[in-house]
Structures are given as structure tokens and as C-alpha cells.
């Protein structure tokens, strides 16, 4: 051995590894057919999301409008926790469903252009979208990763809270 060899090292393969079949990096038609496929249904279920998004807002602005109408109706029952407030969170949650319905449209729209031009720019712009969906949603998971072990403990701390000052 060596003296620049670290017995440590972890062992080092090529990224694209080295096989006896041909290295014909083209699309296969059945490739071509499973793209092909898929892109009507991401299409539909990026319009989907585009529709979900709408609904959402609307949603978020009634629910507002009314919980605002409903406390100067009822008078002081509503004021201890203002509704309007759960009718505008809609809107922040629209927009986080905004961007996979926007990726996932585009990432069928993309291969949809792709079966007319055979342009690789098409397949790459495809591609970049499904990788930014995924991204997307990887980004979330942590978001929510994080956020679990917070919400869990001031669970416990109020549960604990109200328990022993005897409200429930």
C-alpha cells in the first residue's frame, strides 16, 4: 500500500458504469410509447391542480367574508377566535399547490411537444420540469420533517396544560 492511499476511502466506481451493450443513448419506442402515455394524464391532473388552486381561493375569500358577517350577526360569540383567519390560510395553501399542478402540467406539456418536434430542447424542458416537481416535493417533506417533532411537543405541553389546570 501506498502512502496517499487511505484504507478509509470509500471505493470509487464510474458514475455511468462501463457495460458491453451498446451505449446508444436514444429513446427507445417503447420509451417514446410510455411518454407518450403519460403526458395526457399529467396534463389532467396539472389542469386539476390549476382548478384545486382556483376553489381554494375562492374558498378562502367566502370563508373570510362570511366568518366576518357572521360576528357582527352573532356578536361577541365569534370574537374569541377570529374565523377570517382559517379563510386566508387557504390562500398561502393555494399557492403551495400551485407549483407541482404548474410542474406537472408542464412536464406533459413539454412531452406532448416532444412527440411533434422530436427536438431534444422539448425532451430536456420535460425532463427540468419533472426534476423540479420532485425537488419540489422533497423540499416539503423536509419542511414537514421539521415541523412534526415542534408541533408533537407543544401538543404534549398544552395536553399537559390543560389537563392539570382543570379545564376538560
Known amino acids: 500500500m501506498s502512502d ?38 399529467l396534463r389532467f391532473v396539472g389542469i386539476l391542480g390549476y ?5 381554494l381561493v375562492i374558498l378562502g375569500i367566502i370563508i373570510a367574508a ?8 352573532l356578536g361577541n360569540d365569534l370574537e374569541n377566535f377570529p374565523i377570517w383567519i382559517i379563510g ?5 395553501l393555494a399557492l403551495l399547490l ?3 399542478s404548474h410542474y406537472t ?3 406533459g406539456q413539454k412531452i406532448k411537444n416532444y412527440q411533434f418536434s422530436s427536438s431534444n430542447d422539448d425532451l ?16 416539503l417533506m423536509i419542511i ?15 395536553g399537559v396544560a390543560s389537563a392539570t389546570s382543570g379545564l376538560f
Request: hydrophobic share 45%; glycine share 2%.
Open 4 to 41: 496517499n492511499e487511505n484504507p478509509y476511502q470509500s471505493p470509487e466506481s464510474p458514475i455511468i458504469p462501463v457495460t458491453s451493450q451498446s451505449s446508444d443513448n436514444s429513446i427507445t419506442p417503447l420509451m417514446l410509447k410510455y411518454l407518450n402515455e403519460t403526458s395526457p394524464w
Open 51 to 55: 382548478i384545486l388552486c382556483g376553489f
Open 66 to 73: 362570511s366568518s366576518t358577517v357572521a360576528a357582527s350577526l
Open 88 to 92: 386566508f390560510l387557504y390562500i398561502p
Open 98 to 100: 400551485f407549483f407541482p
Open 105 to 107: 402540467f408542464k412536464f
Open 124 to 139: 430536456e424542458n420535460a425532463f427540468k420540469n419533472n426534476k423540479s416537481l420532485w425537488k419540489f416535493y422533497g423540499i
Open 144 to 158: 414537514y420533517l421539521a415541523i412534526f417533532p415542534v408541533i408533537i411537543v407543544v401538543s404534549i405541553i398544552i
